[in-house]
């Protein structure tokens, strides 16, 4: 069996899970030793990153490279499609999802604590993330096959991360407009089981975590 070491709330280990869902994989999950970012964590794990996968005496971090190993482990169902542009779309809108989106929703992580809130950088990022929401509309545009059959390695990240968005906008008091495409390739991303199986679970926890913090 797999082992995934990860932590409930991460947006990349929850983007992994997915994955592990729509594959039917079994895996069991176990935090990181001593912590996400200790010293007896980098043991085992060098880059300390999560999510990371055992696979017998075998170890890999990082979420794409995860996933990408597992879609050549257990090719079925496919994740990537079989023509080249086609797949190099898949990896482009997961690129544009891990490098470009998440990282300006990441940026307002530190406001979630009252203490350090500051009302400039919340501006700032959601200005950020409606712009990126604006390109991807486009990219969605300009693919057709985006969202229209079967869930891929490109469609994994974009619905944990909307849903960071739809709970932060209450509590950090600010608003994204979401183009007619972005939402129309959601509703149809949300309608895969693994997807909606996720989101069962993780929400429930987000709304819990925020409302602790």
């Known amino acids: 069996m797999l082992t995934l070491y990860a932590i409930p ?18 895996w069991r999950e176990l935090p990181p030793p001593g912590g996400y970012g200790s010293a007896e964590y980098k043991v085992l ?23 990408e190993y597992l ?35 990441r940026r307002l992580f530190p406001c979630i604590d009252e203490t350090r809130r500051d009302p400039a950088v919340i501006e700032t990022q959601a200005a950020a993330i409606d712009r990126r929401l604006r390109q991807l509309a486009v990219m969605l545009e300009r693919d057709p096959e985006a969202g229209k059959g079967e869930l891929t390695l490109g469609d994994c990240g974009l619905p944990i991360t909307m849903a960071w968005i739809d709970a932060l906008q209450p509590a950090l008091g600010f608003d994204v407009e979401v183009p007619g495409s972005v939402a129309a390739y959601l509703d149809s991303n949300r309608r895969h089981a693994a997807v909606a199986e996720e989101l069962e679970s993780y929400r429930p926890r987000l709304t819990a975590w925020l409302q602790k913090e």
């Open 71 to 105: 879609e050549q482990l257990h090719p079925e169902p496919a994740m990537l499609p079989d023509d080249p542009r086609l797949r190099a779309k898949v990896r482009e809108r997961s690129r544009f999802h891990d490098t470009r989106l998440e990282p300006e929703l």
């Open 45 to 67: 794990v060098p880059s300390g990153n999560l999510p990371a996968l055992v696979d017998g005496d075998w170890q890999l971090a990082d979420s794409e490279a995860i996933a």
């Open 9 to 26: 709330l991460s947006l990349y280990c929850a983007k992994l899970r997915i994955l592990l869902r729509h594959k039917q994989l079994e």
